[in-house]
């Protein structure tokens, strides 16, 4: 197998949490949400969506159990920005950031990254493309 790059991450949130899901993903850190299927009862999921190739489902349900150490540490998604505009960013938007690290590696090697939280407890790592 010749893998590219990852297609989709499923993440569970609170069964009332798609508004907060919305704000956080698409109003604080400016990615795209497409909900139309979700919104219209045909599908049980809404996206994030992360570039041309890549989203995030989430996915509204009562069995939802906040992330742990145990079940989950955090996904990653590479951006166009610098570590620093990436705070800037974030500052102005009102998101508290984890932490900062310089060169953290990755799948396309080091650089900076932002860790934030959503708030349903998963970990985002912003990290600057290399």
Do not use: C
């Not at 009332?16 to 049980?44: C, M, S, T, V």
């Not at 992360?50 to 540490?73: C, G, M, Q, R």
Request: proline share 5%; hydrophobic share 40%; charged share 30%.
């Amino acid at each position: 197998m010749n893998a590219r790059h990852i297609d989709h991450v499923n993440l569970r949130i609170p069964e009332d949490g798609a508004d907060e899901a919305r704000e956080f993903y698409g109003e604080q850190l400016g990615f795209g949400i497409e909900d139309a299927l979700y919104a219209a009862d045909e599908k049980p999921f809404f996206d994030v969506r992360l570039s041309a190739t890549a989203v995030i489902h989430l996915w509204p349900t009562e069995e939802f159990e906040a992330p742990a150490k145990t079940n989950y540490d955090h996904v990653a998604v590479v951006v166009e920005e610098s570590a620093a505009e990436i705070e800037a960013e974030l500052a102005d938007a009102g998101v508290e950031v984890e932490k900062s690290l310089d060169s953290p590696l990755g799948a396309t090697g080091e650089a900076g990254a932002v860790y934030v939280r959503d708030p349903f407890g998963y970990r985002v790592e912003l990290k600057s493309r290399v």
